[in-house]
């Protein structure tokens, strides 16, 4: 059964970005923050709360999908999009069409970075604030 990732435990977020580096450094190979499919964000000043801007597995209009003009963004079974990167032709229709704005630009590959709902990211945040569920598989 598919899981989607869900950041529903963000009040325990100490802003260490462990999910982001883990995130970047399995699934891109590199560990800078910005390469990072999950972005962690203070929700207002040094005092605000810390909220995560993730992939919501959208299941039915999969707007980042529907934006994209050469299909190189594929249906996932239980929600959101997988990337094929050799389809991709750098247009960022995707990411300015994402609903909740978690769809990030590598401006140095010219590619989107798209959460593929791994699971690496809540296997290292030490506060267990982010968490996968399982989901039904239907597209």
Sequence with gaps: MPKVLKA???NKCIGCFTCM?????????NHSLVKSAIKVRTSGGLKGKFVADVCIACK???ACAEACPSG?????AGGGV???PEKCIGC?????ACIVGAVFFDEA???????KHCGVCTRFCPHECLR????DNAV
Excluded at 72 to 76: G, K, M, Q
Excluded at 92 to 96: L, W
Excluded at 132 to 135: D, H, L, P, Q
């Design 132 to 135: 996968m569920e399982a989901v």
């Design 60 to 62: 039915d209009d999969r």
């Design 21 to 29: 580096l883990a995130c970047a450094g399995v699934n891109r190979q």
């Design 8 to 10: 529903e435990g963000m």
């Design 109 to 115: 590959e010219g590619k989107p970075i798209i959460c």
């Design 72 to 76: 190189a963004l594929e249906i996932r």
């Design 92 to 96: 960022r229709r995707c990411v300015s």
């Design 82 to 84: 997988l990337l094929k």
